[in-house]
């Protein structure tokens, strides 16, 4: 497809039009059922930078005053930024980044990699990166945390680490040795994640469980790589998981929660469940409990 005719981008124009024109005798056939699809397109505000020789002192308006941490880049993003994380190593013990504010629906916040660069993001703690607020002890009243994006990071656990290093850790419950690569858990809101994409993503090599998402809705996962993870668990995770999605709306005439064109191979357990002493899970992909039956889950049966 090539473009035809003319005309300039204006970044202060309130709109962007897009048409298709099908004609000139080459029109597809009804019968045939083709169809056009534009996706993931979005109208988005300059990009906020990170670099691992940045500093937290920066702007981080440009690559040349990159903020150092992503957490950093996500404390001040706004509707509708974009963080552009450049190449390099970011790791935290205690959990890399979480977010804990929220996009809006013609304008998400995205998090993503600098175009041609590969940053990878590694963490010891809990959750590399975290979608959600609250826990168990307080559970947040704020608004839901939404309209996110995660788009070509590449995520690495500690899993070839874990016999040198947290041995003595090991079948119990720490994060070192359960810690999850990307997690949206809406469990401890009463305001829940909902409308998060995660694509393009390369997740490996973590203790815990690659993809996980917990008491949310309208979530995309789409094109990522995840492999070699849940070896050291003891919760029984899986490489991709949704666990007791909750409605956010009162739609039942279409899907809400995609996941497509994954790849997830050789992500299995070694520790025993804790619920039970035995194997369990370990899975490539699962689906687990839509009709919320289990630990007193109030969602009701999903839609």
């Given amino acids: 497809m090539t473009a035809k005719g003319s ?35 979005s109208y988005s505000r300059p990009a906020i930078y990170v670099s691992a020789t940045g500093n937290d002192g920066n702007d981080g308006k440009s690559v040349e005053r990159s903020f150092k941490t992503i957490q950093k880049a996500i404390d001040v993003a706004t509707a509708g930024d974009i963080i552009m994380v450049g190449a390099g190593e970011y790791s935290n013990n205690y959990g890399l980044a979480s977010f804990h504010k929220s996009g809006k629906p013609a304008a998400w916040i995205v998090l993503r990699n600098l175009p041609g660069q590969k940053p990878v993001l590694r963490s010891t703690g809990w959750n590399c990166l975290k979608i959600g607020r609250g826990d168990r002890k307080n559970i947040s009243s704020e608004p839901a945390t939404a309209y996110i994006e995660i788009r070509g990071l590449t995520l690495r656990g500690y899993d070839k680490e874990i016999e040198q290093k947290y041995k003595d850790k090991i079948g119990k419950i720490e994060g070192e040795t359960n810690g999850n690569g990307i997690s949206i858990d809406g469990r401890f809101q009463h305001n829940k994640p909902h409308h998060v994409r995660i694509a393009d993503c390369e997740v490996y090599e973590f203790p815990g469980g690659g993809i996980s998402v ?11 790589h995840v492999y070699e993870n849940c070896h050291w668990t003891v919760f029984a995770g899986s490489g991709i998981s949704i666990y007791q999605p909750f409605n956010f709306e009162a739609n039942t005439n279409g899907y809400r929660m995609l996941v497509r064109s994954n790849t997830a191979h050789d992500n299995f357990c070694t520790q025993p469940w804790v619920e039970t002493g035995a194997l369990s899970d370990g899975n490539g992909l699962i689906f687990d409990d839509y009709r919320n039956l289990q630990n007193q889950s109030t969602n009701g049966v999903y839609s």
């Fill in 214 to 224: 917990i008491h949310g809705d309208r979530v995309s996962i789409e094109n990522n």
């Fill in 7 to 41: 005309g300039a981008f204006n970044t202060t124009d309130p709109f962007v039009q897009i048409t298709f024109t099908f004609g000139d005798g080459q029109a597809w056939p009804a019968r045939d059922e083709h169809y056009v699809q534009i996706d993931n397109l």
